[in-house]
């Protein structure tokens, strides 16, 4: 398999060596001091954009990230409550078992109030009702923001959505940046974790997945250029692989990264080797689904095209073309 992908540009203030030596990852974590202090005469100024300023919204996510962890319980304070969590549901299987079903992507229906791209997208945003009308009209599983501060989620939704007795299984969509909040979206009911590529280097994606398996977890590796999914290609016992239409460092969304990404060696790879792909982001039609079927993908998340709708449930059936609810609640 090719080492090379579409590299963007190495931004100045990582030098390419920086960006080599941790998997070719352009996102950088937060430097422990604020921007540095310059002196002029008695005058003390900080110059923002030296290193210590995000150059994008996703690093500038995840360095907040890294500051809300500063606030957490103790991990050994979440053990009793991780004892009495609801048992993890299987995310993979379910997933399987709608394909099997309708012969059409499994769907990941996405419980989003708003994005730092779009803003909000629903002002009466009602949570479990979403979460129960999508799991009605045949959502195979459920995806849950938790980000407070750049998407109105949070985790309280993901509990209520549980306890609420929604059966299908639910992916907590946050910045994973520390092992921490596996065990913490696995006491809230999470059965499946998002783990961004651009943001996590090999090993921590090595770790976390193991920690994952140690929780019942199901883990979705996110990539979005073929250097990415060549990195995650190359871990063992990674069951699902997210292809992100959209650049979460630039917002351009392009759904043909899906196609392109599932070409040629790096689609056997994945057929060989029985990952689960799920195209996300920018899917709006039915025109759009069956092009990301057709690309190889047998799952896909979907948020915006949803929840935006009148009723996020009925538009399911408007988005596949047809109504692809369980007979049983038809
Ligand atoms: O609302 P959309 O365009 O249908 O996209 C859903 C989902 O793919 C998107 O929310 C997403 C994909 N990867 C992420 C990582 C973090 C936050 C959000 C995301």
């Known amino acids: 398999m090719t080492e090379q992908g579409n590299e963007a540009p190495v931004a100045d203030s990582a030098s390419a060596a920086e960006v080599e030596g941790a998997d070719g990852i352009r996102i950088r974590r937060r430097p422990v001091t ?16 030296e290193g210590n300023t995000p150059r994008n919204i996703l690093e500038r996510i995840v360095w907040d990230k890294e500051a809300e962890m500063k606030e957490r319980r103790p991990l050994y304070m979440l053990k009793g409550p991780l004892e009495n969590a609801p048992p993890a549901r299987d995310f993979f299987g379910a997933l399987k078992a709608s394909y099997d079903r309708t012969g059409l992507p499994a769907l990941i229906a996405e419980v989003k ?10 002002e009466d945003f009602e949570p479990v009702q979403i979460a129960q009308t999508y799991e009605k009209n045949g959502a195979a599983c459920l995806s849950v923001l938790t980000d407070a501060k750049y998407f109105q989620g949070s985790f309280d939704y993901l509990e209520a959505i549980r306890n609420a007795g929604v059966q299908c299984p639910l992916l907590c969509k946050e910045f994973i940046v520390d092992a921490w909040q596996l065990y913490y979206a696995r006491l809230k009911g999470a059965d499946a974790v998002l783990l961004i590529a651009a943001v996590l280097p090999n090993l921590d994606i090595k770790y976390m997945l193991k920690i994952c398996k140690i929780l019942g977890m199901a883990a979705l590796v996110e990539v979005h250029d073929e250097r990415e999914m060549d990195r995650v290609l190359g871990i063992d016992g990674i069951q699902l692989i997210g292809i992100n239409n959209r650049n979460l460092e630039t917002f351009q969304v392009d759904i043909s990264n899906t196609k392109r990404l599932l070409e040629g060696e790096r689609g056997q790879t994945i057929a060989q080797k029985g990952i689960i792909v799920v195209g996300e982001s920018g899917l709006l039609t039915p025109e759009h689904i069956s092009f990301v079927q057709n690309a190889g993908v047998k799952a896909v998340l979907v948020g915006e095209s949803l929840i935006k709708q009148e009723d996020p449930g009925k538009a399911i059936a408007g988005l596949f073309g047809k109504d692809i609810s369980p007979v049983s609640a038809a």
């Open 34 to 49: 604020g921007p540095p202090v310059h002196y002029v005469g008695p005058f003390q100024f900080r110059l923002e954009n």
């Open 113 to 122: 109030k708003a994005s730092p791209s779009r803003g909000v997208l629903r």
